[in-house]
């Protein structure tokens, strides 16, 4: 097990060294990174991203106006944000992965016991068991480097969500997490290259659908699926977690005899 973000695995920290790009500006560390995302407003982002040293970006933090969501979405930034760290500083996933399958476990002193576990004397007599919600998410992203480390896996398992995650390092649009009209007007737009593919097989091809043709819309549909998936991660939400609730929604109508008619609440 390792308990605390010390020596040898003080990388694992988010206080460590790291620069991570995201949303056009350049982040020392991940608690910079976190810490900026707590609000919408650009200017304050700018300024936690130039903070000297990550505990004052954290102080910053603790002073912003929270943007409206964050405690729903505050987990998935926080994964995001730890994703970015192993996978734009060399050398950092292949520490990760070397821990092999010990539990992470955040341990501190300062009585956080909600991203990790507080060791401190008053906490153990108390008996307060951490939720240990940084340590968590880190061996989920060990979990994913790996299969991202494993073409024959990623191709034979790959999840929706390992797709998301690994889609969102190609994201160079302006103010990357702070913009949801782009990847929606671009979802728009892939959309109507698919209906466009497929008109043009009654055109030119008399119906007939070829290997060139599935090739096209093979390729389309991957730019819609982008655009999905970044739209998604504006709204802080995860593609797994969509599917599952679209599926919820479908099996609730069937059971209710409702899969006709009309309306999103039937």
Known sequence: MIDMFLGKYGFLSNFAPSHIIYGGLDWPTAEHLFQGCKTVDPEIRRKVAKAES???AKRMGRQVELRTNWEEIKEQIMYRTVWLKFVQNEGRAALLIQTGDQTIVEGNTWHDNIWGQCLCQSCR???IEGRNLLGKILMKV???LRRADDASYIHAN???NDYQCQATQTSIYPD?????????????GESGEVAEKVKKIDRDHFGQINDEITKDIKKELGGVLWYLSQTAREFGLSLGE?????????????????????????
Do not use: F, M, W
Request: glycine residues 10%; proline residues 4%.
């Open 54 to 56: 990550p505990a004052k």
């Open 242 to 266: 969509i599917a599952q609730y679209n599926l919820d929604q479908l099996n609730s109508r069937a059971e209710r005899g409702k899969l006709h008619g009309d309306g999103d609440d039937r």
């Open 142 to 144: 060990r979990d994913a």
């Open 125 to 127: 007599e108390q008996h």
């Open 176 to 188: 990357v997490g702070y913009n949801h009209k782009y990847p929606t007007l671009g979802l728009c």
């Open 158 to 160: 790959l999840t929706l």
